[in-house]
């Protein structure tokens, strides 16, 4: 893990830079995500309705505390005859002819009173009936609406819900085949300086922690807003003094929000870096484990890591304290606003200054007010998360390919594989050079084998033919055109390498040969895997060339992943073979099968051979020894043995007990 790049992000919980950057990834999904904010609003509405529905059916309706009956002498329908009295219902303080009455509850006994109190109307069961005949019908139809309102609040959420995880699913595949695709253009220095454990968190980890911002925060944070918004809203239409004493805590709540952010970014940061440091020792001690076997270092190697697990335990506690304290606190604050709300509503509504049903809708607005805040730790946390994701997923996006394509590169034609270093200086690192003023040709058709003790710069030529890195100084041609004007596609179609080190992916004998290339048929697998000897153990395998392939070919033996390098190389007939230390890890059975298929192998090809093993070289047209990054020594097998110089010297070193203290070695 990059500690400081971490720390740096961890800095902030958010960052308009870098949310400016993850933003434009969401703009091809502009109309699914507006679409996902309407439906939000939606449901947002029907979340404030159900309270006010409530509201109504309670004070039109079951208290009836909002209507009254008003003598009248006209007819039609909703008129009610009561004792003599022809009563019609009207709302709050509206005016109407005659006397007005309202309903009074005592006891088992309702009645109506009129409101100069000088007439009272005792109801029998069958009058109150027909008095609440309109009310139960009321309440019949706020049931069914409330019901239609629930559901199409469960209706509208499936489907934003639905809508928004597969924006922020497509987002999120859209922001890996980006990454993977970069990763995929990066020159080898890249991956010679960040570990694979870490690269591979970058694409797994890093961009689900995206997704969670899109779907959880981004979005959902609008709901949040129409919630609260609307909430307030209704409450200050509704009764002005109770939406003021709803409010009473807001500032305590900004205190503690502001005090959580403090003390939850600390916390935070301290625990991603700590987690970073398992990460490391753990991916170290997996990857020496045999080291660690071999020297008896399992109770040293537990003593780290218990250390540096103990300390993330540590950090991990006092995050969890911060956490654990603010949604309490939040909470408390909660139960502090509804106490008041209660004891000044309450008060009201002893005093009748306040409906039953209003007090009941504000308790209930009040919860759905809190609850947004109270999601306000792991939608915190969150945003935590995702800003320190998107800082190391830019962080690789921003590399710059080290080999730059050129603008208009030059196709290369039939390749004739005629090879020229001129003068050729290169570095890994500023000025430690690794060759120096290098300058060779290779002939079509010709083999030339690199010789030179560890760190000579044979293996370097190879990399930079393949251009995979770019030289400081000088010129390297193929058929007389300058490598850096070429497509690098197109020159590594050309150039096939078989490394010492065979990578074998999990698959198929056959897919590992072909690499999945459907322009690459059986017939032609089994026609190169026989020309380089390797049909022999293939054909002995149950499946043959269908036999399953572990990662990293663990199943075969080191020389039959030689074996299969060589037929892969064969089978994409490359113009130039590059032979890179590919019998140097081989058993000598194997060995002699790839000794009578190389010459089948490089006839009719250009082919750069890097051996430490001379007897491997000996036929080859020329062969270069490298000393020190510099070419030393070169002529044919004979010639240089005539020299008496390096590679005398080191053929004497591999051949001495079978040369008799003879110096004629020729």
Known sequence: MDNYHEEQTL?????????????????????????????LLMIAVTDLARPYLVKVAIDDHILGSNVSYVETD?????????????????????????????LVREGGEQRLESTSGDLVLTLSPEEIRELRGFDREAILRLGLLLFIVVTAGFGLNYVQAYILQYTGQRIVFDIRQELFTHLQRLALRFFDTNPVGRLVTRVTNDTQNLHEMYTAVLVNLF????????????MFRMDVRLALVSMATLPLIVVITAVFRIKAREAYRVTRVRLARINANFAENIAGI???QIFRQERRKFKEFDDVNSSHFRASMRELKVYAVFRPSIELVYSLALAILLWVGGGQLLRGMVDFGVLYAFVNYLELFFRPINDLTEKYNIMQSSMASAERIFLILDEDPAIAESETPRPMGEVKGHIEFRNVWFAYVGEDWVLRDVSFTVEPGQTVAF??????????????????????KGQILIDGQDIKNLSKSELRRNVGLVMQ???????????????NNPDISLEQVKKVAEHVNADHFINALPSKYEEPVTERGSTLSAGQRQLLAFARALAYDPAVLI??????????????????????LLKGRTSLVVAHRLSTIQDADAIIVLHKGKIREQGTHQELLAQKGLYHNLFLLQYKENLNGSEDVG
């Open 74 to 102: 006209g007819t039609g329908d909703g008129l009610i005859t009561i004792q003599g009295y022809t009563l019609e219902r009207v709302k709050g303080a509206e005016d109407g002819s005659g006397l007005r009455f309202k």
């Open 579 to 600: 032979l890179d230390e590919a019998t140097a890890n081989i058993d000598t059975e194997t060995e002699m099968l790839i000794q009578d298929a190389l010459p089948r």
């Open 223 to 234: 709901k949040d807003i129409f919630m609260i918004m609307g909430i307030i809203v209704v």
């Open 451 to 472: 010789v030179g003790a560890t760190g000579a710069g044979k293996t370097t030529i190879m990399n930079l033919l393949s251009r995979f890195y770019d030289i400081q």
């Open 11 to 39: 800095g902030k919980a958010y960052d308009s830079r870098l949310a400016r950057r993850l933003l434009r990834y969401a703009k091809p999904y502009w109309a699914l995500i507006a679409l996902c904010v309407l439906l």
């Open 501 to 515: 080190d065979v990578f074998m992916f999990a698959g198929t004998i056959a897919e590992n040969i072909t690499l």
């Open 290 to 292: 045999r080291l660690v």
